[in-house]
């Protein structure tokens, strides 16, 4: 019987996070590295389920997988217009940033332009860690086992489903997150008429209702935000400096008191917040509700949802307002959670691994808290032997919100874990041959 391949690394997931690595790995690192990608979908693909019409991409499109790591990249989102014919067209578009689904041909059109291995239709079950071996075993869900020295963590981060929903997620769809979004609606029935709940004071939140508005004119569209009402992201220059390296390495140096205090000024720059093309787009939609006497949203702002619960065909939420303490009860056909995503680290609403890392976790560096110790280069490593773990996109609580699985930073981090990756596998080869 011969020995499985040992790979110098395993990727999980063919995200932007695993692409941009992949092309810091193919342009500045090590062509020879023993690589591979397990992506679980059947092809490339970004954010597919919230591709909505008009909407717009909320990064500086320069921040692409590439070029603030390496300007003179071919694989920049330049070069993509250029290389698709479009560069010229696209200066002259009247919206300072480039349509989602323009952005999402982009990074396909990446992925099948680099010369990397990916398995596509692969999802990752298990990571067990031999610390003898000091390697990982990488199970699939079709129960194929490959060894690595190093992994490359990039599934992106876990959808964050409100505990009173929990038990409502079915596969009639009445409850869906953000990330289900388009194969649900797609089986609404457009004509029928009734009550769409969407949770949530994001930019996904606002997208939903002005889609879902349009796409099912006879429908009711509900906000229900924690709130006062939605507002702007703080775009503003300083604020915007927290999307520099050199704020991620004042965070990652921070003690946790002070990153949650600096979270504190960060978060209005992304979270809970909208940008104000879409705000103002929903603002004009709502006066026009009232000019035509048919208010088909309301917002709900200061409220808490206590309970939720399914009434037959419909869910049913016990709220709060918490500002006034009055209690009321909302039917809801459908409800869409626009709630995010769960961080890592032990703090509400967070987890303290993602879950691939069940069956590992117990064997990496954590605090006395429980939460994983991650070095600067994103690596976290086992309590005996060396072998890292890099976790690439899911580092917010250490690394700060440049860090918030976005591309703001997403090509200088590459660059950092490529670097890291040629280092540890160089030391292994020495010690090998040594
Ligand atoms: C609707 C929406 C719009 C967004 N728009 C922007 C934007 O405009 N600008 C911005 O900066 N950020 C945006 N984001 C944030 C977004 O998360 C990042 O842009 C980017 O997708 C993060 O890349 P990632 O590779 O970390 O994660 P993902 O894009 O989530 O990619 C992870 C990949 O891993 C795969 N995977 C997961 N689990 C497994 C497994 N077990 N086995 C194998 N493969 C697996 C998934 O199929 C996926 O392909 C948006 C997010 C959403 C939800």
């Known amino acids: ?25 193919e342009e500045d690192a090590d062509p020879e590295l023993r690589a591979v990608f397990l992506e679980k979908s059947p092809a490339p693909q970004w954010q597919e389920n919230m591709l909505l019409g008009g909407s717009d991409i909320q990064h500086h499109p320069v921040r692409d997988l590439v070029s603030l790591r390496n300007p003179r ?19 002259n578009l009247p919206t300072p940033f480039p349509l ?22 692969t999802a990752v079950l ?94 009711r569209v509900d906000i229900l935000t924690r709130s006062w009402s939605l507002r702007a992201k703080d775009h503003s220059p300083f604020s915007e400096e927290v999307y520099t390296p050199g704020f991620t390495d004042y965070y990652h140096g921070s003690s946790k008191a002070a990153r949650r205090r600096l979270d504190r ?83 509400a609403d967070n987890e303290h691994h993602h879950p691939l890392l069940d069956g590992v976790h117990r064997q990496l560096r954590a605090d006395t808290d429980g939460d994983l110790i991650v070095d600067r280069d994103y690596g976290v490593r086992p309590i005996t032997g060396t072998a890292p773990i890099y976790l690439n996109g899911l580092c917010e609580s250490t690394h700060g919100i440049g860090d918030s699985g976005s591309f703001s930073l997403l090509s200088l981090r590459a660059e950092v874990i490529a670097r890291s990756i040629i280092d540890c596998r160089d030391r292994t080869r020495i010690t090998v041959t040594a």
């Open 1 to 25: 019987m011969t020995n499985p391949k040992i790979y110098d690394l395993i990727g999980i997931g063919f995200g932007p996070a695993n692409i941009a690595l992949a092309i810091a790995l």
């Open 73 to 91: 990249s071919r694989y920049s989102f330049i070069n993509y217009l250029h290389e698709n014919r479009r560069l010229i067209e696209h200066l």
């Open 100 to 121: 989602r689904t323009e952005y999402a041909d982009y990074v396909s059109w990446v992925r099948n332009t680099l010369t990397t291995e990916v398995r596509y239709g």
């Open 126 to 219: 298990d990571i067990a860690f031999d610390p003898v071996a000091d390697l990982y075993t990488i199970t699939t869900t079709s129960g194929e086992e490959l060894l690595a020295q190093q992994i490359s963590l990039g599934p992106g981060r876990s959808p964050l489903i409100p505990d009173q929903f929990a038990e409502l997620l079915d596969t009639r769809r009445r409850v869906v997150h953000l990330t289900d979004y388009l194969p649900a609606v797609r089986s609404f029935d457009p004509l029928a008429d009734g009550r769409i709940g969407i949770v949530g004071g994001s930019q996904s939140a606002v997208e939903l209702a002005l889609d879902l508005r349009h796409r099912l004119p006879s429908v």
């Open 265 to 347: 000024f960060t978060r209005p720059t992304n979270y809970s917040a909208a940008d104000l093309d879409v705000l103002e787009r929903l603002y004009v939609d709502l006066y026009e509700d009232k000019l035509s006497n048919r208010i088909r949203t309301r917002i709900y702002g200061d409220t808490e949802i206590i309970a939720a619960r399914r009434a037959n065909d419909t869910v049913a939420l016990a709220i709060r307002n918490t500002t006034t303490g009055h209690h009321e009860e909302l039917v809801f056909d459908r409800i869409i959670l626009a709630t995010g995503f769960r961080d890592m680290g032990g703090t």
